[in-house]
């Protein structure tokens, strides 16, 4: 099946610092997505973006399909930006998501 | 907005037990999925339905079954709870795989004693 690997695992920030989180991926994919999950555990989609580049707020993301990766991008990070976040792709079969193991951010005030 | 509700927050049960995780979903949504999640091994699809009374095996099946008996509601079955399924359970549903983002439940935390 389709490996998906983040890096880093994890990273501490200091409140205001920029950051990007990366995520590569073993095969061409149907779709990608980057979700947020909060300290209380729930998972909030960031990001639905099979190919170019997204902006929400202090958040963007770049997909770069042909090679099989993807960038998380976070400016100015707040504290309420802790977490863990997780790439996730879909197969060619559009069936399964297979998640990323994640990369553990703290924001430091 | 999309509702996916599980039915426990948090459970503890002995190891030989029999344990129901149920999920429903409020947007009539074809697909729905058992997600667990632990530590440095980010999220593992354990089964997936894509309609009523349909189920498909997804990486880590083993130990697990499912019931999908109405659309809204899709709950995992532990026949006989070990040790190594304490986990984060989580039930996720879409509309169309791979044109729709998923949408999560809350979670459910399961320890077997």
């Known amino acids: 099946g389709i490996q998906v690997e983040q890096s880093p695992p994890d990273l501490i920030l200091q409140e205001g610092a920029n950051s990007t989180l990366r995520c590569n991926f073993s095969d061409s994919v149907n779709n990608l997505q980057w979700f947020h999950q909060n300290p209380w555990g729930q998972l909030i989609n960031l990001f639905y973006?099979?190919?170019g580049t997204k902006q929400n707020g202090r958040l963007s993301a770049t997909t770069v399909a042909t090679e099989r990766y993807s960038l998380l991008y976070i400016s100015s990070s707040q504290t309420t930006d802790s977490g863990v976040y997780f790439c996730?792709?879909?197969?060619?079969?559009?069936?399964?998501?297979?998640f990323g193991g994640g990369t553990r951010l703290m924001v430091k005030p | 907005d999309v509702k996916v509700t599980q039915s426990s927050r948090y459970l503890v049960k002995r190891t030989g037990e029999k344990v129901f995780l149920e999920c429903v979903q409020d947007?009539?949504?074809?697909?729905m999925f058992w997600y667990r999640q632990d530590p440095g091994l980010g999220l593992r699809l354990i089964y997936f339905s894509y309609d009523v009374k349909m189920k498909e095996k997804g990486d880590i099946p083993e130990g697990y079954s499912v019931s999908r008996e109405k659309k809204e509601r899709f709950s995992l079955i532990l026949e006989s709870a070990s040790t190594n399924q304490t986990s984060m359970y989580l039930c996720?549903?879409?509309?169309?795989?791979?044109?729709?983002?998923?949408?999560f439940g809350p979670g459910t935390r399961l320890l077997v004693l």
């Open positions: 973006i099979p190919s």
């Open positions: 996720a549903s879409t509309g169309t795989v791979g044109q729709e983002t998923q949408y």
């Open positions: 996730a792709v879909i197969n060619n079969a559009g069936n399964m998501l297979t």
């Open positions: 947007m009539d949504h074809e697909n």
